[in-house]
């Protein structure tokens, strides 16, 4: 199994003044990186082949890999174009989609309880979503749409009319097995050639998922804690709400 952890974004929601501008990977809680976090859990769950998407100040995370003489170390991969959409940057990691065995696909902004990558990984090769229907509604949260746990929609507005019986928050974490990596890497690939490499990653995993042949297990992950850092006052609520609710880590997992 190979994560491929996605990392390139300037983070210009976070507000933060041009010189002070760093990967959010690199944001701190507890005094540790959420790529520290990221690979900690990673490692305690078996996944050990790790490629990084970079673009903004790639640098500053090679420093954090060096201080941490992370061993085997992440292969890195960049995106120069990271002023354009995510989809560019799953682009780049064409070749870590087609390689072979199953891929997770995941946002490096999210602070989340290890239960969540738990509920990921578990098991044998399989496609897999994970579902969070405890969220608030809004634009910004990407709705995950189901009809008899069947995938109808993936994006952060729903169609009026659509029908669904449940609707929840994706984490932005995916797990797909060999042909359906390699299957978004084509569909990604086509974005690149139409011009759309503006757009978020998402777009193409909707496209994957909507095409139907193929099953997914969803894991419902509600009640766990996490969340995904855009805006200053989601680091504030990572300190006062979601570190406070983590479970206990397995060892080596850091805090």
Same mark, same amino acid.
């Given at each position: 199994m190979r994560a491929v952890i996605l990392a390139a974004g300037l983070g210009l929601r976070l507000q933060q003044p041009p010189e002070q501008q760093f990967p959010k990977c690199l944001l701190r809680f507890q005094g540790t990186?959420?790529? +520290?976090?990221? #690979?900690?859990? $990673?490692?305690?769950?078996?996944?050990?082949? &790790?490629? !990084?998407?970079?673009?903004?100040?790639?640098?500053?995370? +090679?420093?954090? #890999?060096?201080? $941490?003489?992370?061993?085997?170390?992440?292969? &890195?991969? !960049?995106?120069?174009?990271?002023?354009?959409?995510?989809?560019?940057t799953v682009h780049t990691m064409a070749d870590a989609l087609t390689r072979g065995g199953d891929v997770l696909l995941m946002d490096a902004d999210v602070l989340y309880d290890d239960a969540i990558l738990q509920a990921l990984v578990a098991g044998p090769s399989v496609d897999r979503l994970l579902i969070d229907r405890d969220f608030e509604t809004g634009d910004e949260p990407v709705k995950l749409c189901l009809k008899?746990?069947?995938?109808?929609e993936l994006r952060k507005q729903v169609a009026v009319g659509l029908q669904?019986?449940?609707?929840?928050?994706?984490?932005?974490?995916?797990?797909?097995?060999?042909?359906?990596?390699?299957?978004?890497?084509?569909?990604?690939?086509?974005?690149?050639?139409?011009?759309?490499?503006?757009l978020p990653h998402e777009e193409a995993v909707r496209d994957l998922l909507l095409e139907g042949g193929r099953s997914y297990d969803v894991a419902d992950v509600t009640g766990l804690a996490w969340i995904e850092i855009d805006?200053?006052?989601?680091?504030?609520?990572?300190?006062?709400?979601?570190?406070?609710?983590?479970?206990?880590?397995?060892?080596?997992v850091a805090r």
């Open positions: 990186t959420l790529l +520290e976090r990221h #690979l900690r859990a $990673l490692r305690a769950h078996g996944v050990e082949e &790790i490629e !990084l998407a970079l673009g903004f100040r790639p640098e500053m995370v +090679e420093a954090e #890999l060096d201080r $941490l003489g992370w061993q085997p170390r992440p292969r &890195i991969v !960049l995106n120069d174009r990271y002023d354009l959409g995510s989809v560019l008899e746990g069947v995938p109808v669904y019986d449940t609707i929840g928050e994706s984490i932005g974490f995916f797990r797909f097995c060999e042909s359906t990596a390699r299957r978004l890497a084509e569909i990604v690939a086509g974005y690149v050639r139409s011009g759309r490499d503006n805006f200053p006052g989601d680091v504030a609520r990572a300190e006062t709400a979601i570190l406070p609710r983590l479970a206990q880590q397995p060892a080596g």
